[in-house]
């Protein structure tokens, strides 16, 4: 898309300069309720739950340090000073031990969306097993919040390889969208498409955010988020905003954690994923998401 082809007027969302400055220059990102809109979710899970063992096994969640609730408290600040509502993909075993918590992100006016029972990936289940992990998950989650729960993301994207056709499952089950499907290699298929879609059937698709210019591709979350260039994130997101791509935002609590441990025993590509850019994310987030109007999945599903 050329610079003349935006809907919007790219100019107050974009100056040519000092992309770090910009939330102080331009009054139109101080427009938080006038932005272009851009869908945003966070994965709601602990600093250690990897999709892989030891970390994503039950005792998982005995050994290793409990900083939901410090790392929960530190994503609704964002969220409250963004202005943003969202929807959160929560696991079952963290909502059993934290109730309490899971009530307070929905008191103030976010959505909750399934992550799964546990974080273990789909494709490492059989389909009955799966279909019942949704739908005990998605009971679990309306019986402690009170809010109907109606979207779902896998963990690591798993509806891929052999879970590839296994969000034929969601309509079944009262889901009304997916946010499973990455188009990317490894943890994807770069065929599938890059914004918002319906899937035969009906069911909503809006997949994760990628970074798609010329040869790079790479995503537009975690540690893509976290060490790219600042101004290319920027543009990429004012791109997806301004064409209303319905691609979700996504960020886990732990990401703004900056006092987490080291991964014990986790290979160099997980500690990179995982650890790489966490220094001063939080504060890097607050301007690069500035200016647009964050919302739900369910809120843009209602003006799709
Ligand atoms: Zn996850």
């Known amino acids: 898309m050329g610079e003349g082809d935006r809907l919007l007027p790219a100019v ?75 929807t959160w993909f929560c696991l079952g075993d963290q909502a059993r031990r934290h109730p309490d918590l899971l009530r307070r992100i929905a008191a103030q ?11 273990r990936r789909a ?59 990455a188009p990317l290699a490894l943890m994807g298929d770069p065929r599938w498409p890059r914004r918002a879609h319906r899937l035969p059937g009906g069911l909503w698709e809006l997949p994760p955010p990628v970074l798609w210019s010329g040869p790079v591709r790479s995503p537009l979350w975690g540690w893509g988020l976290r060490v ?32 987490q441990p080291a991964l014990p025993g986790a290979s160099l590509g997980h500690r990179f994923a995982h650890g790489a850019g966490l220094r001063g994310h939080g504060d890097r987030l607050r301007e690069l998401w500035a200016g647009f109007r964050l919302v739900s999945l369910e809120t843009w599903l209602e003006g799709a």
Request: charged share 25%; glycine share 10%.
């Open 228 to 259: 790219l260039p600042f101004g290319l994130l920027r543009r990429a997101l004012e791109d997806l905003a301004l064409a209303d791509a319905g691609t979700p935002l996504v960020l886990h609590p732990w990401e703004l954690d900056e006092g």
């Open 12 to 86: 107050a969302l974009r100056p040519p300069r000092a992309p770090h400055r910009m939330a102080e220059r331009s009054p139109a990102i101080r427009s938080q309720a006038g932005g272009p809109r851009l869908p945003m979710s966070l994965d709601w899970e602990d600093w250690f739950q990897l999709c892989c063992p030891p970390y994503d096994a039950p005792e998982a969640l005995d050994r290793y340090a409990c900083r939901l609730p410090l790392a929960t408290d530190l994503a609704l600040g964002l969220c409250a000073e963004l202005g943003a509502t969202a």
């Open 109 to 119: 006016g976010h959505r909750l969306g399934l992550h799964g029972l546990t974080h």
């Open 123 to 181: 494709f490492e289940m059989d389909r009955p097993a799966f279909r019942a992990a949704l739908r005990d998950g998605k009971a679990l989650l309306e019986d402690l919040s009170g809010q109907p729960v109606v979207g779902y993301r896998a963990p690591e994207w798993s509806l891929r390889g052999p879970a590839e056709a296994w969000w034929e499952e969601l309509g079944e089950l009262g889901f009304a969208y997916d946010s499973s499907r």
